[in-house]
């Protein structure tokens, strides 16, 4: 599959369980993005890997964990998650130049977090 | 501080109207500034940036660092501009990756 992939699309959970969000992108870029998408927000940056080194956190609550294995994967740990937690969790991805890069974002298509 | 102002929630205009999709911000520096569209049960997608001066599918926008605005247009819209409009900002923060920040976005709708 080409482009940037998310799995799941939907994931319903407790506010005691743990679950991971998996973002792939296939496009040779060298930096990865966490969006969250709520009704009531404008879309709100929460991680930054740029050569699978984290560079923004954004304030971030501790039960949400970033992990970039490599410069094609992302995912993101959900521990103890509240209901204010629920929305669409966008990932993106970009190529940026040794310049510093303000880059076209490539998204995938989201996972929709329903926390019970 | 940082941010982009979509003052209209929602707009709603006829087939063949002219469209004005409004943005202002408000940054420091230099930056660079884009318009992202979601259509329907698609991926938020890069419609088009400043720094490219193209029109895309009809669309253009002119950065107005005076008015600090970066304003959407179409002379004659169609039904299948009907999306949600976002426009967004990106400035020299780090030496690598970008840092992006959106508007709230405003939902276009055009009437048949």
């Known amino acids: 599959e080409t482009g940037v992939t998310q799995t799941p699309r939907h994931l319903v959970m407790g506010m005691t369980n743990k679950k991971s969000l998996k973002c792939e992108q296939h496009?040779?870029?060298?930096?990865m993005y966490w969006y969250k998408q709520s009704a009531k927000k404008p879309l709100e940056l929460m991680f930054v890997y740029s050569l699978e080194e984290r560079v923004e956190n954004n304030s971030v609550p501790s039960r949400f964990s970033p992990e970039c294995p490599n410069s094609s994967h992302l995912f993101l740990h959900l521990h103890t998650l509240q209901p204010e937690d629920s929305a669409l969790y966008l990932c993106?991805?970009?190529?940026?130049?040794?310049?510093?890069?303000?880059?076209?974002?490539?998204f995938g298509p989201g996972t929709r977090l329903t926390v019970l | 501080a940082q941010r982009v102002t979509q003052p209209e929630k929602l707009l709603s205009v006829f087939k063949g109207a002219p469209v004005e999709l409004k943005c202002n911000y408000s940054y420091s520096g230099s930056p660079e500034l884009f318009w992202y569209v979601q259509y329907s049960r698609q991926r938020l997608q890069l419609l088009l940036r400043?720094?490219s001066r193209e029109s895309i599918k009809g669309f253009t926008a002119d950065l107005n660092k005076g008015e600090t605005s970066f304003h959407l247009k179409k002379p004659f819209a169609q039904e299948e501009d009907s999306a949600m409009y976002y426009c967004a900002l990106s400035g020299r923060q780090y030496s690598s990756a970008s840092k992006i920040i959106f508007g709230s976005g405003t939902r276009l709708s055009i009437r048949p």
């Open positions: 400043h720094i």
């Open positions: 993106a991805s970009s190529q940026t130049g040794t310049s510093g890069g303000w880059d076209t974002q490539y």
């Open positions: 496009l040779g870029h060298n930096a």
